[in-house]
């Protein structure tokens, strides 16, 4: 089975499974969907969502974060992982837009990437989530379910994301990265399934019978 036929197998069943998709991480507007994406790293998107329904309410633009000053800001997400590696990021990003963007969130990967804090990954969550832009994030699932699915060699996440839109059509991007990581989260786990039992595995490898060996995200 070639990766074209997979990739309709996939689609399919992940329609089936996810009509509507929803979006695991809580935001108010373009910038706070930013700071969520970067405060998801080594962290849950449930404990990010915890820890930003208190802030959001009453923080949601550069300007809020620029006046909380850093250890207000670390003082808000402390339960996060690396709170103030994150909380430092957030103050400068926030003081950049405002310098450099009249306190709005560009939309470019260019001017993304350049934002403190602010790498390839989150910049193609927001824009794709937060623009529209055909974008296909790489996570730890993605990653995983790309290379238990036989669509990359799982060399580093550059790869994976170039194998990813090499073989699927770029309309069905946005909506195929969430499916993938809901899947992934609830069927293809990291300590389950292991590229042999889940509906999607058995359809595209009836005949494997070993698990598949994952290289790690890099």
């Known amino acids: ?24 991480l809580n935001y108010k507007n373009t910038f706070t969907l930013l700071i969520s994406v970067l405060l998801s790293a080594q962290c849950t998107d449930v404990n990010v969502n915890n820890v930003t329904k208190k802030i959001y309410p009453k923080y949601y633009r550069p300007e809020h974060f620029v006046k909380l000053g850093r250890k207000k800001i670390e003082n808000l997400i402390k339960k996060i992982g690396i709170f103030r590696v994150k909380a430092k990021s957030i103050f400068y990003l926030s003081k950049s837009l405002i310098e450099k963007h009249k306190g709005k969130v560009p939309k470019s990967y260019e001017e993304l990437e350049q934002l403190p804090g602010v790498g390839h990954k989150t910049a193609s969550v927001v824009m794709s989530q937060g623009f529209g832009y055909p974008a296909f994030p790489v996570d730890t699932h993605i990653h995983r379910l790309a290379q238990r699915w ?32 809901w899947y992934g989260r609830e069927y293809c786990k990291a300590r389950d399934c292991y590229g042999i039992t889940c509906k999607i595995c058995k359809s595209c490898y009836p005949n494997r019978k070993k698990p598949v060996k994952i290289k790690k995200l890099k």
Not at 3 to 20: A, F, Q
Not at 156 to 178: A, G, M, R
């Open 1 to 24: 089975m070639n990766n074209s036929e997979k990739s309709k197998i996939i689609i399919n069943i992940l329609n089936k499974i996810y009509p509507k998709v929803p979006v695991p």
């Open 150 to 181: 036989g669509l990359t060699n799982g060399k580093n996440v550059v790869q994976t994301e170039k194998d990813l839109k090499n073989i699927f059509p770029k309309k069905y991007w946005n909506k195929l990265h969430l499916q993938i990581i």
